[in-house]
């Protein structure tokens, strides 16, 4: 009874479009159009927003302390952050790192050198510098091999890990553990090559564009010290003080160095909090750290927000996106009223006949559901249009590396699922009204007239 | 005042064509009651239509008070509509939307008239059916006798020199019927001239005078005695 | 004015519900129409502001030596020279920092040793065609010299200062106020000082985000080329860019196997891979809010559309009781008008809070109300215009309506 009555409504509802077709597509496309905004707004926002290792939220922290000018607290863009500074000076990030009072301690920078002795031609790349700890904490998948061990941190050992496409590209994608490749004209030997791996947004170090894809090439920390390397990213500097020496330099109060350290418990967390205090303390009654106590262990996803990985515009998108739905969905209806309330003298006469006000409620949203279900399919199709264009025009920019926007642009499962939810919802929204008045209509009042 | 000479109006289709009206005269002057009867389809509402100015014929003439309305502007047309006719229709038309005073108030607002003379003529004329008590009602709280009183009160609100009523009771029982020809008769008293189409011809008896359409044509002029001979210094004021 | 408002306007609040979500849609659309113009304005007005830099003619190169064999000196001095020679070239000058690009350096920088600031003026180190290389306009004062010229700092030297320096307007008008800077001396964080040989402007950084783009100031020496990179800005002849370009590219990577040419890219790609953003979210939002206020318009269009329809016997009774054509297009007109006009109030309403919202959230400027005016002016016209055909039609309704019993 029930399945021939919805094909039944089904039948009306096409005959109700065949009598008015403009009306009927511009509904249908009203949706679409809302879906599609939505849907690409929250691709590329959740892309940006997402916490890319959400399932280590409550174990992985980020140190910073405030090691800033006393006079003035740290800017960025000649605008005032009211935040630590987000890297720590050489000083403060070694001592967390052998203090070992985390489960794992990372401290690194990015710098840069040309690849060469691999048969092709010399090649520069973007190249990581740091300790061992790194590919277990931040659960980096591996091809071949693996990262190397904390010995290999200190004194360095001359070991690298490749990325999967650095190695295709050097070695034909070969399992390359034991080859050996020159940086900056130094030899070392591969341990490890990754798997594809991009945590978007790149979390561990955001200095350098969030999105932009992990480095290629990981090298033990110390050899930056040991080859007297500096960062290529941000090295902020606020004391007005000599910096020739190498000496000079990894003494300084610079500060250019990522440090994140994994605690499994809130024991860990607080003594790590305890020992940063205390060499705040111990510090300060050496005459650093002039500005009030800031020591902080942050997360990642407070670490994403802190640092503003997304930027206001997608924002401010987002919102625009659900304004515009908004209006969609007010717009259709509108128009569902007014087409329902237009046949109302027929709908009166179908009452009359014996039909209940749930079937003439039914019978109605069956039509908003076919309506909002095109609407919306054609939605998710609009959508990913709307995604390849974008992509395009980042892509037409060449912005280069694999991994970059065009790795953002896609749906991925979960982007799906809340494309549909959405769909979903906007058909109950803009059609529930309208059915639901249209069965409240006495049927008297529309059968009086004639 | 009103003189139709030989009207033909004809309906076409790709097929075929249908004299509404054939060469159709008729002349009436002021202060009458003219009933005009005849079967469905006879042509009494392509009549109205062209009596009232709601729509063109082929061929022939017709003055309204000597002015000959073939050649007139949509424009002028309105207003000769707004200012010398009334029309009460079968199914009432009044405007859901609006109240019982606003409905009377449409034909005057398109008058430029005076806040005041409006109300004032909007006063009289409700009170003349008997709804003055009534004003703030919406027309769906009214019985179908008051409602088409309401548009009586509507047509004659514009004081129009005659009023053409399309089957007034066609949609009334019998006692709401007798009260709203009573109500057209008093009007007609005095002194608008009305004409009346309707296939009932028991209401017909009730007019002075009686044409008879068939296909188009006058088949029978019938005259009746009047009821009471109209006040002669009264009639057309 | 035949029609009165008031009958109008009961007659809509009988049949509110339509109108009621027409004006919530001109609502949103006016607050989004306002506000997201006014933010696009705001880029393209940054997008557009004045460069000082002849950007579409100067390409950039970067080289990075690798082996200990690499001389930094002798390669950056036979790759400019190289580089100066070529067909179309105007000048070429090596430099720490790219313009537009996001990538140079900064320092702070006083009028008085000693001062506390923090301050950071991008600074470019450059030769003596630093200048031309990159077209900005000298407006006082006078060019470095090739004598002015100092060498690198040494691998071990991050901190000494030069002899000259010449200044952006903007960072003279920091430091010295309306006083002439030529010949003053400005200091480093180490009270070193320079002296202030000429006056540039305009001229913008590497950061096109920073709050001060314009606080630049060059330095008389060669770039250090410490983090394993040196670039070269060149400057061509217009049409001459794209052939210095590969000339260039074919050339420096062969002729010095010490070292990769990392990249030959024009500053059109730097400038336009900053302003990206920008761009992409000035056709976003241009590109919604011009459908949301198409979807507005076919909205009140629609409605307009219904009214007439299902009123096309009181039009009917309305034409027959003597309106004219134009009384009924004004009708529709004033109808439309009033819900078009209660959108537009919520609107403005809607409108100030979001910018006051969006300038709190985002650190935005506030709301600019010549916008939020234009806004109304032009949502109201473009809803008259969307209500102007279905009027007309409902003026087509032949008076003969009202006498056919249906």
């Known amino acids: 009874m029930q399945a021939s009555l919805l094909g039944y409504y089904s039948h009306l509802a096409l005959r109700s479009f065949r009598r ?63 935040l630590p500074p987000p890297l720590m000076t050489y000083r403060d990030a070694t001592t967390v790192l052998h203090a070992g009072l985390a489960e794992r301690t990372v401290v690194m920078f990015e710098s840069s050198g040309v690849i060469s002795g691999t048969g092709g031609p010399p090649l520069r790349t973007d190249t990581r510098f740091t300790t061992g700890d790194f590919f277990p904490m931040f659960d980096v998948p591996f091809l071949y091999g693996s990262g190397w061990s904390r010995s290999a941190d200190d004194p360095p050992q001359p070991v690298v890990v490749l990325s999967r496409s650095m190695n295709e590209r050097l070695f034909a994608g070969a399992n390359s553990v034991g080859r050996t490749l020159r940086w900056n004209d130094h030899e070392f030997r591969v341990v490890g090559v990754l798997d594809y791996w991009f945590p978007r947004p790149l979390f561990y170090d955001v200095t350098e564009g969030s999105f932009a894809p992990p480095e290629d090439l990981f090298i033990p920390f110390a050899w930056g010290r040991a080859l007297d390397l500096r960062s290529a990213g941000n090295v902020d500097c606020w004391k007005a003080e000599p910096l020739d020496t190498s000496e000079q330099f990894f003494n300084s109060e610079c500060v250019w160095l990522q440090t994140w350290v994994e605690l499994p418990d809130r024991a860990s967390r607080e003594r790590m909090q305890a020992f940063l205090d205390n060499y705040w303390a111990e510090q300060r009654r050496g005459g650093r750290f002039g500005r009030p106590r800031d020591n902080r262990l942050t997360n990642v996803g407070q670490w994403l927000r802190d640092q503003q990985v997304v930027d206001n515009d997608n924002r401010v998108l987002v919102g625009l996106a659900f304004a515009f739905l908004l209006v969609c969905l007010i717009n259709t209806v509108g128009l569902l009223l007014a087409k329902f309330l237009s046949a109302a003298a027929i709908t009166g006469v179908r009452r009359a006949l014996g039909a209940s006000r749930r079937q003439v409620f039914m019978q109605h949203l069956t039509e908003v559901a076919l309506i909002a279900g095109t609407g919306s399919a054609l939605g998710l199709g609009l959508g990913a249009l709307g995604l390849a264009a974008v992509h395009h025009m980042y892509a037409a920019a060449h912005l280069g590396r694999p991994g970059g926007y065009q790795e953002l642009m896609h749906f ?11 769909a979903i919802l906007a058909t109950l929204a ?4 309208p059915a639901w008045r249209v069965g409240r209509l006495p049927p008297a009042v529309y059968l009086k007239s004639q | 005042m009103l003189k139709m000479q030989d009207v033909s109006k004809v309906y076409r289709t790709d097929l075929i064509e249908t004299y509404a009206l054939r060469e159709f005269s008729l002349e009436v002057s002021a202060g009458e009651f003219v009933a005009i009867t005849g079967p469905s389809g006879s042509g009494k509402t392509t009549f109205l239509n062209v009596a009232g100015l709601l729509e063109n014929f082929e061929t022939g003439s017709y003055r309204i008070d000597g002015t000959d309305v073939r050649g007139l502007s949509d424009d002028q047309r309105s207003r000769l509509r707004n200012e010398r006719i009334g029309f009460i229709f079968q199914s009432f038309n009044l405007i859901p939307d609006l109240n019982i005073y606003d409905n009377v108030d449409v034909p005057l607002r398109y008058r430029r008239l005076s806040t005041r003379e409006r109300h004032e003529r909007i006063g009289s004329a409700l009170d003349l059916v008997g709804l003055s008590s009534r004003m703030k009602h919406m027309p769906s709280q009214l019985s179908g006798g008051q409602q088409q009183r309401v548009a009586i009160a509507r047509a004659i609100a514009g004081d129009p020199a005659f009023l053409l009523a399309d089957e007034p009771t066609g949609n009334l029982d019998s006692l709401m019927a007798r009260q709203v020809m009573e109500l057209l008769e008093q009007i007609n008293e005095l002194g608008t001239t009305i004409l009346l189409v309707t296939h009932d011809p028991e209401l017909a008896r009730r007019a002075q005078r009686n044409v008879h359409l068939v296909d188009g044509q006058i088949s029978d002029f019938r005259t009746y005695e009047p009821r009471a001979a109209p006040d002669a210094g009264l009639a057309h004021a | 004015m035949s029609l009165s408002v008031r009958p109008i306007l009961s007659a809509l609040m009988r049949n509110r519900t339509g109108a009621v979500l027409v004006a919530m849609q001109v609502a949103i659309a006016l607050a989004v129409l306002v506000n997201a113009l006014y933010i696009v304005v705001q880029r393209i007005e940054k997008m557009q502001r004045p460069l000082g830099i002849d950007v579409d003619n100067i390409f950039v190169v970067q080289a990075s030596g690798f082996t200990d064999r690499y001389d930094q000196t002798s390669s950056m001095r036979e790759d400019i020279d190289y580089l100066r020679s070529l067909p179309g070239v105007v000048a070429a000058s090596p430099s720490n920092g790219i313009p537009l690009s996001g990538s140079g350096s900064a320092t702070t920088l006083t009028a008085h040793p000693g001062v506390h600031s923090t301050d950071g003026f991008n600074y470019y180190e450059v030769d003596e065609q630093g200048l031309d290389a990159l077209g900005v306009r000298l407006v006082a004062g006078r060019n470095f010299r090739h004598g002015d010229i100092e060498p690198s700092r040494a691998k071990n030297d991050a901190s000494s200062f030069v002899s000259n320096v010449i200044l952006s307007r903007a960072t003279a008008l920091r430091l010295f106020g309306q006083d002439d800077p030529l010949g003053k001396a400005v200091y480093d964080d180490l009270g070193q000082s320079a002296t202030v040989v000429g006056i540039v402007d305009p001229v913008i950084g590497a950061w096109v985000g920073d709050r001060h783009p314009d606080w630049v100031m060059f330095m008389s020496r060669l770039p250090s080329g410490r983090y394993g990179a040196v670039r070269y800005l060149v400057r061509t002849r217009p049409g001459a860019r794209d052939a210095a370009m590969q000339q260039a590219e074919s050339h420096l990577s062969r002729s010095n196997p010490d070292r990769v040419i990392t990249f030959v890219r024009t500053l059109n790609y730097f400038r336009d891979l900053s302003y990206l953003g920008d761009r992409s979210m000035g056709i976003y939002l241009l590109t919604v809010t011009l459908l949301m206020v198409a979807v507005t318009c076919l909205g009140i269009f629609a409605l307009a559309t219904f009214n007439v329809t299902t009123r096309t016997r009181q039009i009917g009774t309305r034409r027959a009781v ?22 537009v109030v919520g609107g403005c309403a809607l409108a100030l809070a979001t910018g006051y919202w969006l300038s709190i959230q985002y650190e935005l400027p506030r709301l600019n109300l010549y916008f939020l005016v234009g806004g109304v002016l032009l949502l109201w016209g473009i809803g008259q215009l969307a209500a102007l055909q279905p009027a007309r039609r409902a003026a087509t309704v032949p008076p003969s309506v009202a006498t056919r019993n249906v």
């Open chain 3, 322 to 343: 003597g309106a004219r054509r134009a009384d009924i297009v004004q009708y529709f007109l004033v109808e439309n008008g009033l819900i078009t006009t209660a959108g």
């Open chain 1, 20 to 82: 008015n077709p403009g009306l009927t597509a511009l509904m249908v496309l009203a949706i679409a159009f809302g879906v599609a905004v939505c849907i690409m707004t929250l691709t590329v926002y959740h892309a940006m927003s997402g916490n890319p290792i959400w399932w280590k939220n409550d174990r992985l922290y980020t140190v910073t302390m405030d090691s800033w000018d006393p006079n003035s607290g740290f800017t960025r863009g000649n605008a005032e952050t009211h």
């Open chain 1, 412 to 422: 991925d499962r979960t982007g799906v699922l809340w494309a549909i939810a959405l």
């Open chain 1, 430 to 433: 803009a059609g529930l009204y």
